[in-house]
């Protein structure tokens, strides 16, 4: 079966301090791993994703993921979050081959001044 | 820069009434996906298509939803009759299949409201 399971349907962080969204998958399948960004009343946004090259990815933004196999996850982090990346972030798993995506519920984040 | 574009970006109408929104891919890409996001179910795969043919479209509610591609560069959907539980934003995201270097780029959204 596949899943893709976000801890924390919330997050508030200071201006500054460092951001951690997690995400834990469930593939029957080698996967291919996204986090996507959303806006309040846009699209989502390609953040950054994991293809089975290198473990740690580096996407837009400043922010980065690492692929850890052992404990099917593959958590979101920044070391020093912005106003601007007040938004809501999606983990998403495409399994193998697979045509389909399979998303998270979603993480909003929220940065205090 | 390409991008997906949808249209319209807003709708209201009432209910009963016919619904088409379209959305153009991004040339090039083989792969179209209908999603629907509420805040009550979040995003729900409605329908996806790979080289136009219609892969699978078990998320949509087949007595009232019909997805399409004409073309290549057309992918519509449809809501006949719609309900006021049909409203919700609806993205369409395209995406170009080729070994593992695979992912969805996605449109700005139709925000529809059914009265």
């Known amino acids: 079966a596949q899943s893709v399971t976000q801890l924390d349907s919330h997050v508030s962080v200071s201006e500054g301090t460092p951001v951690l969204l997690r995400c834990n998958y469930s593939?029957?399948?080698?996967?291919?791993l996204f986090w996507y960004v959303q806006h309040p009343n846009k699209g989502l946004q390609l953040l950054l994703k994991?293809?089975?090259?290198?473990?740690l990815v580096k996407g837009i933004n400043g922010f980065e993921a690492e692929f850890k196999k052992s404990e099917t996850s593959f958590h979101l982090t920044k070391p020093s979050a912005h106003m601007s990346d007040a938004a809501e972030y999606f983990c998403?798993?495409?399994?193998?081959?697979?045509?389909?995506?399979?998303f998270g519920s979603g993480t909003k984040l929220n940065v205090k001044p | 820069d390409a991008r997906v574009t949808q249209t319209p970006r807003h709708k209201v109408t009432e209910m009963g009434q016919e619904v088409t929104m379209r959305c153009q891919p991004i040339?090039?890409?083989?792969?179209v996906f209908w999603y629907r996001q509420t805040m009550m179910q979040g995003l729900e795969l409605l329908a996806y298509?790979?080289?136009?043919?219609?892969?699978?479209d078990s998320g949509m509610p087949k007595d009232r939803f019909s997805a399409e591609m004409p073309d290549a560069t057309l992918a519509t959907l449809k809501i006949q009759p719609s309900e006021p539980r049909d409203s919700a934003v609806y993205f369409c995201?395209?995406?170009?299949?080729?070994?593992?270097?695979?992912?969805?780029?996605f449109g700005p959204g139709t925000r529809l409201t059914v009265t």
């Open positions: 298509f790979r080289n136009r043919a219609p892969l699978d």
């Open positions: 998403v798993v495409r399994p193998g081959n697979f045509n389909k995506f399979y």
């Open positions: 040339l090039g890409h083989n792969t």
């Open positions: 593939s029957s399948y080698s996967p291919s």
């Open positions: 994991y293809t089975s090259a290198a473990t």
């Open positions: 995201a395209s995406g170009f299949r080729q070994g593992s270097n695979y992912e969805q780029y």
